[in-house]
C-alpha cells in the first residue's frame, strides 16, 4: 500500500468510527486554546455555574440564581426553557425610552426573601410599556461571533433594499454608536458588554462596572435587603466569566447516518439557499484577526447576518435602543437542533411553525417554503435538523 | 490696599483652582477613552473626547494606593443622536509610574429630552 492509500485508509477509519478530527465536544472549549486560556475557561465556568445567595449579592430581585440555571441544555451555555420579560416604551416615530428611571428594560421576576418580606414578590412593567418575552438562547460558539469584523457586517447591509429582493437589513447601533450585534434586537455591541450586564440584569450581582443595585422600577432597593458590600462581584471574576463564554466552542454539526439522509440534508440545504432564506441566514462568516489562535481567522457557521429585519406587524413587541418593535436580529441557527421552542419569544413549538411565522422582509421565504412539496419541507426540515 | 491685596490674591487663588479643576477635567475625559462602564444595552464604551459633552467632578476620594472620583457626564454618540446624563465612578490605582485608570462603573443613566 503507498502512502496515499494509507493517509485514506485512516481517514476513512476515522469517518467509520464516527469521530472527527479537532472537533471539539458540545459545551467544550474551543480548538487550539492555549494551557493558560483552557484554565480560564475552566475556572469561570465554576463562576458560570456558581448559584448566588441573598449573603452573596443575590438580587434582591432577580430572574436566576445562576448562568447556568437558565444556559444548561443539554450541557452548561446551552438552552433553557426560562422565558424573561423585557419591556420598554416607543413613540412614534423612533424614539425609544429603555425605561432606564423605571427599573430598565428587563423585568426581574423574582426576589430574596428579604425583600419578599416587603411583599414585594417582582418587578412590575411600567404603565404605558410594552412587554415581550424572551426565550434563553444557548451561547455556544458567541466568542466566534463577537470575533467577526463590524466590517463584515456592515457590508450585508442594503437599509433602503437596493437589490430589490424584498430584504432591507441594516445595522443595530447601540447608544454609545457602536453596532449592535448581540441579543434579539442586536442592541449590544460586545460579548464583554453582554456578559457584564448579565449579572446585574439577570441575578441582580453588581459588579465594578455596575456597582449599584437595579432598581425596583425607579425606587432604589431599601438597604436592609440587600446585605453584601458593593461590587458582588469582581472585576476579576467578571473577567473569568467572560473567558468561559468567549472560549466555548460553536456546536458541532451532526452528521446523518444513511446514503438517504446525506441526500436529504444536501437537497434541504440547496431550498435553504433556493428559498433565499441564507440571504438574512449568512451560513458562515469569518473572524478577523484576533490576538487569540482559537478566534483567529475562523470560519464560523453562525447562519446569520447579525443585521436588524423588518420581520412584520404579527411578531412586532418591544423597540431596543434604535432597534424598532418588528425589527429583529437574524437568529442565529447554529445548535438549532438543542431547541425546544422556537422565535425570539419561545412562542413557536416547532422550526416549522417558526418558518410559517416569518413576516415582513421574511415573508417571500416563507411564502416559498409554504409552496413547497411536502418530500421538499421534510428535505429543508431535515437540513435544519443537522445544525 | 490691604483689602485690595487680599481681593486680588483670592481672584487668583480661585482663578488657579479653577484652572487645575478644568485640568483635570480634561485629563479624566482622555483617561476614559478606552473604557466601557455598564453592561448590555446600559453598556457605553467611551470612544472618543467628543462625545463626552460635559463633565463635573463630583467628588474626589483618595488613598495610598486608590484614587475614586465621582462625575457627573453629559453623553452623546454622535450628532442627531440621543443625548443622555450619566453618573459614574472612575477608579484609579496607583502604580510605579503615577496613577492609572482601573475601571468605570456606571451609577446612573437617562435619556435627556
Known sequence: MNAKGIVSGLLGSLLLCGCKIDQPELGGPLANLTPDQRAQFQEGKRIFQRVFEPKDGLGPLFNSVSCAECHEDPVVGGVGDEVEIHASRFTEPDSCDLLLQEGGPVIQQDATPLLRALGILKEQVPANATQARR??????????????????????????????DGISGRASRTIDGRVGRFGRKAAVATLFDFNAGALPFEQGITTPLSPVEETINGKPVPPETDPAPDPEVSLEDLQKLDAFVRFLAAPPR???????????????????????????????????PNPIKALDRQTVELYSDLLVHDMGPELADICVGDTRPAEFRTELLMGLRFREQFLHDGSAKSVK??????????????????????????????????? | MKSKSIFIAAVLALGLALGAHAAEADQLKSDLIGQTMGGRENAWKFQSTDQIKALTIQKKDEDLKKRVYKVALELQAAKDTPRYAAEAQVEY?????????HHVGLLSLRRMK
Open chain 1, 353 to 387: 411553525d417558526a418558518i410559517e411565522r416569518h413576516g415582513g422582509e421574511g415573508s417571500r421565504s416563507r411564502d416559498k417554503f409554504k409552496g413547497l412539496s411536502d418530500a421538499d419541507k421534510k428535505a429543508l426540515l431535515k437540513f435544519l435538523q443537522t445544525l
Open chain 1, 135 to 164: 426565550s434563553t438562547p444557548a451561547i455556544f460558539g458567541f466568542g466566534l461571533v463577537d470575533s467577526i469584523p463590524e466590517a463584515t457586517v456592515l457590508s450585508y447591509e442594503d437599509p433602503n433594499d437596493a437589490n430589490g
Open chain 2, 93 to 101: 490605582t496607583r502604580t510605579g509610574t503615577g496613577w492609572k485608570i
Open chain 1, 254 to 288: 451532526s452528521s446523518p447516518d444513511t446514503y438517504e439522509e446525506k441526500a436529504l440534508v444536501k437537497r434541504g440545504e440547496e431550498l435553504f439557499a433556493s428559498l433565499k432564506c441564507s440571504v438574512c441566514h449568512i451560513p458562515k462568516l469569518k473572524t478577523g
